[in-house]
């Protein structure tokens, strides 16, 4: 059986489609079967060619890659990778290609960046091959629905409060849910992204703008209020403490640059805290960060929900947690906003 992903390198330098057909070709997993000068070339090529994953750069000729991006989405939905000297982690092109369907990015290797070029080509095969196992179900052009004139409705009572854990791939699932959330939703979410805190800083603000949600960076001492996403970074160990009759954050910052599990102590305080009214959710990436924190929540009576493992651009996380916790919904990130807003609201 072949396993070697189909790929279309999109880029209107021809030396760097050189180099990339070069790396490409002598791996075992990936196969170039075409190339492109720009975006107006892909399309034609991705209805004749049927690619099972596009490396897609942004600053093209005729046609760029975002608008490029957003007809394949909406034409002929194909895992897409962004390989650009723009798409770096946390900047709001990034963002921008997530939103408009981008399985993933990658920073053009070059010699100046951090590790050297093999690496760089090793870490661009992986993300390929990941990005082909994504079901093209999952796969949709994002449109915003920004209003937040619509959140001016008086607060709402806080009913729940969701613990989300998230890695690899972690951000382009969020955006499939976070902006689609209603803001009249009783309910706040505590989201822990395995990034770096800058990135969560950038990301925090970029959702915030794109949402309907209030989305916040996390800090120390914040009170939870339904219709509230509170974000924090991996290396933020994030609690919640009863005080009166409200919850407040409580955050001690880890100076280990390693995962020691802060979706499990998330969770696990939420557990303490909400008991029945405290629902977890593991979204994509690796590892094994949340297992004990959905434990924890099963026993206080709480609900868990994962992604469809099939939707992941990482799929450890997920299916450790369907393997050896219980779960009562398992589902596309695509599809969870709908659900929740259509069960609470």
């Known amino acids: ?6 790929t279309l390198v999109v880029d209107d330098s021809k030396l760097i489609r050189k180099v990339l057909c070069q790396v490409f070709e002598e791996s075992e997993s990936v196969k170039v079967v075409g190339e492109a000068g720009n975006g107006k070339e892909a399309l034609a090529m991705v209805r004749s060619l049927n690619p099972d994953v596009i490396t897609l750069d942004v600053n093209m000729p005729v046609m760029d890659g975002l608008t490029a991006l957003k007809h394949i989405m909406i034409k002929y939905p194909r895992p897409t990778v962004m390989v650009s000297s ?47 196992k994504v079901e093209i179900d999952s796969i949709r052009l994002i449109r915003s629905k920004k209003n937040k004139s619509a959140q001016k409705i008086g607060r709402q009572e806080c009913k729940y409060v969701f613990a989300v854990g998230s890695a690899e791939g972690g951000y382009g699932s969020l955006l499939k849910i976070v902006p689609y959330l209603r803001p009249e939703l009783p309910m706040a ?147 969870l906003a709908d659900k929740l807003n259509s069960s609470f609201c």
């Open 1 to 6: 059986m072949n396993n070697t992903v189909k």
């Open 86 to 132: 723009l798409t770096r982690e946390g900047a709001a092109v990034t963002f921008d290609a997530l939103k408009y369907g981008a399985i993933d990015f990658i920073h053009k290797p070059s010699k100046t960046k951090k590790g050297n070029l093999e690496e760089q080509y090793r870490d661009m095969i992986k993300k390929i091959t990941l990005a082909a």
């Open 189 to 335: 979410f505590i989201i822990v992204i395995h990034a770096e805190p800058k990135y969560v800083d950038a990301f925090a603000r970029y959702l915030d703008a794109n949402s309907m949600f209030n989305v916040k960076r996390a800090v120390d001492g914040d009170q939870i209020e339904a219709g509230i996403c509170y974000i924090a970074a991996g290396t933020e160990y994030v609690s919640l403490d009863s005080i009166g009759n409200g919850n407040v954050l409580h955050i001690v910052t880890s100076k280990l640059s390693k995962r020691k599990g802060a979706v499990n102590f998330l969770m696990s305080s939420l557990a303490r805290t909400m008991k029945e009214r405290s629902i977890g959710v593991i979204l994509t990436g690796s590892g094994n960060d949340g297992i004990n924190g959905i434990r924890a929540i099963n026993m206080a009576g709480g609900g868990a929900i994962v992604q469809k493992p099939e939707s992941c651009l990482c799929r450890e996380m997920p299916e450790s947690i369907i393997e050896q916790c219980n779960v009562n919904m398992v589902i596309a990130d695509n599809r």
